[in-house]
C-alpha cells in the first residue's frame, strides 16, 4: 500500500513513532484504574445492623450480638436481620437457649459497617447492602453502559472528523468527569459521572489505537499493540498501590482522574492520521504532518519532496476509490467479507469482554486479600502477553485469537468440577483464564484495526468496543442465574470464548499483510 511505502520513506519506526506511542500509551496506564476501580471503591466491608447498644461501635464479635443478631443457616451472625427485642438472661447476659421462634426484622435503624479493612467505599457511604445490595453491581454496569455509548459516538465521530479532535476532547472530559465522580453527594449523581467517564473512556481507546495503528509501519504493529497491552497491566498494579496508600474512596477516584488533565494538555501536540487526512481530501495538512515527521525522524530531504501531486499519484488508487464516498456504520454489513468480519469480531468482542468482567470484577469472591488477588490478576498479564506477542508475530493473529478464546473457555468450564471449599484451585483456574483473556484482549485490538479498511476503521472499532462493553454490563446480571442452578453462571462464561474462538477460524490471516485502505481492498482480499 502506498501510505506504507510513505512511511517507510520518512523514517519508518523512528524517533517520532517511538514518542508517539509513548505518548499515547501513558494514558492507558490510568484507564484500568477507571476499569476496575470498583473492586475498591465498591469493596464490600463487613457490616451488621445497628443496635441501641452502648457498647456496639466498631464491635462484631462477643456473646452479646446473638442475643440481638440472629444465625444465618452457615453459622454466621446475620448482616441484614435483627431481633425486635434482645433476648437475655439479666443476670449473665447469656444468650437464650431457644432463639428459633423469636421475632426479626430488617436493620430500621442502620447499618454498623468495620472499617478495619476499608474505612470508606460507596458500599457504607450510601448502605448498598441488603435490599439495596444490587445498586453496587448496578453502578459497574452503568459505567459499561457509558463506555458502549462511547464507543458508538466516538467510532462514527472519529471516521468523520478525525481522530485528534475527538481524542482530545476525550481527555479532557475523562478529567472533569472523573473528578465530579470524586464530589458525588449521592448515589445517582454518582452513577451519573461515572457513566460519562465510561464515554470518554471509550474515546480515548477508541482513538489512541487507531493514531497509534495509522502511523506505525506493518511490521512493528505487533510490537506496539503488545506494548500498549503491557500499559493496561502495569495499569492494573498502579491500582492496587494506589488503593493500598488511599483509603478513602473519593480520594482514589480523584487520583485517578486528575492525570488526564496532563494527557489533555500534551495531547494537542499530537498529529492527526495523515492517513485519514488524505483519504478525506485534505492534502495540505496531511503535508504539513507528514513534514513534521519526517523533520523529527531526521528525513527532511525526504519531507520537502511531498506535494499535492505526488501525494495524490502515490495514493490515487487509494483516493479514487474513496472519493465521493459518505461512508458509515451501515458499511459495516453492506459487503460479504466485511460482514463476515463484522459478526466473527463482533462475537470475539463480547466474549472475551463478557468472561473477562465475569472473573475480575468479583475478587472478594476468592476468599483472599484483593490488593493480593488484583496483584495476582495483574501479573499474570505479563507472561500472557508475552507470549502473545511471539505468537502474533510468528504465527499469525488468528490462531492466538482462536487459541486464547477457547483455553480461557475450558479454564472456566474447569472450575465447574472444583469443589467450592479448594479456593486456591479455583483461584488458580480463575488465574490462567484471566490470562489468555489477556492475551485475547491484546490480540483483537490489533486484529480488527488490521481487518477494518481505513475508511471505516473508526466504525468497526466502535462495533468492536461496543460489543466488548455491552459484555461488561451482562456479566454482572449472569451471576443472577445462580439463583436457578448454581454452575450456570460458569457454564455461560465459558461457552462464549469458546464459540468465538471457533468463529475466529472463519477471517483472514493479517500477520504480514498491509494494512487495507478501501472497503475494495477487503472484498478482494
Known amino acids: ?25 501513558l494514558p492507558v496506564f490510568m484507564l484500568a484504574s477507571h476499569n476496575l476501580m470498583q473492586n475498591f471503591t465498591a469493596a464490600i466491608p463487613k457490616y451488621r445492623c445497628k443496635l441501641n ?5 466498631g464491635n462484631f464479635t462477643g456473646l452479646w450480638l446473638h442475643a440481638h443478631i440472629p444465625l444465618e443457616p452457615n453459622g454466621k451472625l446475620s448482616s441484614c436481620l435483627r431481633y425486635t427485642r434482645p433476648h437475655l438472661n439479666s443476670l449473665n447476659y447469656s444468650v437464650a437457649s431457644n432463639t428459633s421462634d423469636l421475632e426479626t426484622e430488617m436493620c430500621a435503624d442502620g447499618y454498623m459497617y468495620d472499617d478495619s479493612e476499608f474505612s470508606s467505599t460507596i458500599i457504607n457511604q450510601w448502605d448498598l447492602v441488603c435490599s439495596r445490595k444490587r445498586l453496587r453491581q448496578l453502578a459497574q454496569s452503568i459505567y459499561m453502559a457509558g463506555v458502549l ?14 481522530r485528534r479532535p475527538l481524542h482530545i476532547w476525550s481527555q479532557f472530559q475523562m478529567f472533569v468527569t472523573g473528578i465530579c465522580a470524586s464530589f458525588a453527594p449521592n448515589y445517582i449523581v454518582y452513577c451519573v459521572f461515572r457513566f460519562l467517564t465510561g464515554t470518554a473512556l471509550s474515546g480515548i481507546i477508541l482513538n489512541s489505537y487507531s493514531l497509534i495503528v495509522e502511523w506505525i509501519p506493518t511490521e512493528n504493529r505487533a510490537f506496539t499493540s503488545t506494548a500498549s497491552g503491557y500499559c493496561y497491566t502495569v495499569g492494573q498494579l498502579v491500582l492496587v498501590g494506589l488503593a493500598f496508600l488511599i483509603d478513602d474512596w473519593r480520594m482514589l477516584q480523584m487520583a485517578a482522574s486528575l492525570p488526564f488533565f496532563i ?39 525526504e519531507g520537502d519532496k511531498f506535494t499535492v501531486e505526488k501525494i495524490k499519484y502515490d495514493m490515487k488508487r487509494e483516493i479514487n476509490a474513496t472519493s465521493g464516498s459518505n461512508y458509515s456504520v451501515l458499511d459495516l454489513i453492506k459487503t460479504p467479507v466485511v460482514r463476515r468480519i463484522s459478526f466473527c469480531l463482533s462475537c470475539t468482542w463480547f ?34 502477553k508475552f507470549i502473545s506477542y ?58 480488527s484495526g488490521e481487518l477494518y479498511p481505513t475508511v471505516i476503521r473508526q466504525s468497526g472499532m466502535g462495533l468492536g468496543t461496543m460489543m466488548a462493553r455491552l459484555g461488561g454490563i451482562v456479566a454482572p446480571l449472569v451471576q443472577m442465574t445462580a439463583e436457578y442452578y448454581i454452575h450456570l453462571p460458569l457454564i455461560i462464561y465459558c461457552l462464549c470464548p469458546i464459540l468465538s474462538g471457533i468463529a475466529v477460524c472463519f477471517l483472514p490471516e493479517t500477520l504480514a499483510v498491509p494494512l487495507p485502505e478501501t472497503i475494495q481492498d477487503v472484498e478482494r482480499s
Open 390 to 447: 511471539f505468537v502474533m508475530t510468528y504465527i499469525g493473529r488468528r490462531a492466538l485469537q482462536a487459541g486464547s478464546s477457547i483455553l480461557a473457555g475450558i479454564a472456566i468450564l474447569v472450575n465447574i468440577f472444583v469443589p467450592q471449599e479448594s479456593q486456591a484451585a479455583r483461584a488458580a483456574m480463575a488465574v490462567f483464564g484471566k490470562g489468555c483473556l489477556a492475551a485475547s484482549f491484546n490480540c483483537v485490538y490489533l486484529y
Open 149 to 162: 455509548v462511547g464507543s458508538i459516538i466516538f467510532g462514527g465521530l472519529s471516521d468523520k472528523f478525525g
Open 1 to 25: 500500500m502506498a501510505f506504507q511505502d510513505i512511511l517507510e520513506r520518512i523514517g519508518g519506526m523512528g524517533r517520532f513513532q517511538i514518542i508517539h506511542v509513548i505518548l499515547l500509551n
Open 53 to 57: 447498644e452502648s457498647r456496639e461501635e
Open 351 to 384: 466474549s472475551t469482554s463478557f468472561a473477562y468482567y465475569g472473573l475480575a470484577m468479583d475478587l472478594q469472591k476468592f476468599g483472599l486479600s484483593i490488593y493480593i488477588i488484583q496483584v495476582i490478576f495483574g501479573v499474570v498479564d505479563i507472561p500472557a
Open 263 to 301: 494527557f489533555f494538555l500534551y495531547s494537542w501536540w499530537l498529529p492527526e492520521s495523515s492517513r485519514w487526512l488524505v483519504l478525506g481530501g485534505r492534502y495540505e495538512q496531511a503535508i504539513k504532518d507528514l513534514k513534521k515527521v519526517a523533520r523529527i525522524n531526521r528525513k527532511i530531504e
